[in-house]
């Protein structure tokens, strides 16, 4: 993964806790963070790629909202 | 989306920046990360199966990887 992960682990180990999870072990809040992180690039570049697509410089939630109309299903990687 | 989110905004944001955006809209902020929050609400809970599945309570990094490895591909909703 990356280097510098931008995502904190403290609201990830509340959402794990707030679906009804027990325990959860540091390296599963870790693993959980770093998938949301690759994710978030994914999903940020793509709406970066919308953008461009409509002339505009500024990324709107539109952008946004067309990548997961058209893409549907973010693809993972382990 | 939920009346509380935990993903904080400014992570959101830098990552948008570290992938080349030159300017976002706070609306494109917020509308990634709720579709992060949502991201990670559904993979927490698959991770929860999966522990049970190994009769375990401890949710680990095994159980998140295991949900990618089977899972391949999030699906999305606007």
Known sequence: MLAMPEIPLAPVDR????????????????ALRDILESIAYDLANRSIEMSKHANRKTITAEDVRAVVRIIRCVPLSV
């Open 15 to 30: 959402i794990f806790k707030k679906a009804g999870a027990e325990r959860v072990g540091e390296d599963a809040v870790q």
